[in-house]
T-cell receptor, first 114, second 112 residues
Framework: KAGVTQTPRYLIKTRGQQVTLSCSPISGHRSVSWYQQTPGQGLQFLFE???????NKGNFPGRFSGRQFSNSRSEMNVSTLELGDSALYLC?????????????FGPGTRLTVL | GENVEQHPSTLSVQEGDSAVIKCTYS??????FPWYKQELGKRPQLIIDIRSNVGEKKDQRIAVTLNKTAKHFSLHITETQPEDSAVYFC???????????FGSGTQLTVLP
């Protein structure tokens, strides 16, 4: 099976712009979670989507949003970018269900805000 | 919310020695505890996980132990090899939630 894929791999934006990141989960996986990784804050949970519905949300401002499509692919959007949004954004897919907690990460999108 | 603390932040061992990384969690409702290995510039990779109904789990040179009473869990790597050098993260979640709370990471260096 192909692993989790993310596009684009690298992005450079300026303050005030918005950005959309995409994640394709492993085939058959129905849950997609997003995480932000920075040297200072480590790995932090953003949100999780399952069956096109946001199930959980981390402690991030409303500028961070996401959605999931019927094929389980997910996108996250960050509006009004700030310098502090520079980070590696990782998505992880999971089977969901009773024993579906295992999350498998994609390669990430490296976002740089100038 | 859940808080996970991880120690040590850096660990250097000689090739062939054992390495132990420890994590504590705050939410007694947490019941799923994975460990991830992240090499430089790569994605985090799930290396082992344990659920709260199990006290210990082993996979070749890697083992994880869980003490629910004390709310701590540990990663044990035996016969370390240079390719084990990486950052290791512990994490915790509860129920069916796939909201992982991560520890701050341990940079493991295996010296040849």
């Amino acid at each position: 099976k192909a692993g989790v894929t993310q596009t684009p791999r690298y992005l450079i934006k300026t303050r005030g712009q918005q950005v959309t990141l995409s994640c394709s989960p492993i085939s058959g996986h129905r849950s997609v979670s997003w995480y932000q990784q920075t040297p200072g804050q480590g790995l932090q949970f953003l949100f999780e989507y399952f069956s096109e519905t946001q199930r959980n949300k981390g402690n991030f401002p409303g500028r961070f949003s996401g959605r999931q499509f019927s094929n389980s692919r997910s996108e996250m959007n960050v509006s009004t970018l700030e310098l502090g949004d520079s980070a590696l954004y990782l998505c992880a897919s999971s089977l969901a269900g009773q024993h579906g907690n295992e999350q498998f990460f994609g390669p990430g999108t490296r976002l740089t805000v100038l | 919310g859940e808080n996970v603390e991880q120690h040590p932040s850096t660990l250097s061992v000689q090739e062939g020695d054992s390495a132990v990384i420890k994590c504590t969690y705050s939410d007694s409702a947490s019941n799923y505890f994975p460990w991830y290995k992240q090499e430089l510039g790569k994605r985090p990779q799930l290396i082992i996980d344990i659920r709260s109904n199990v006290g210990e789990k082993k996979d070749q040179r890697i083992a994880v132990t869980l003490n629910k009473t004390a709310k701590h869990f540990s990663l044990h790597i035996t016969e370390t090899q240079p390719e084990d050098s990486a950052v290791y993260f512990c994490a915790a979640s509860y129920g069916s939630a796939r909201q992982l709370t991560f520890g701050s990471g341990t940079q493991l260096t295996v010296l040849p």
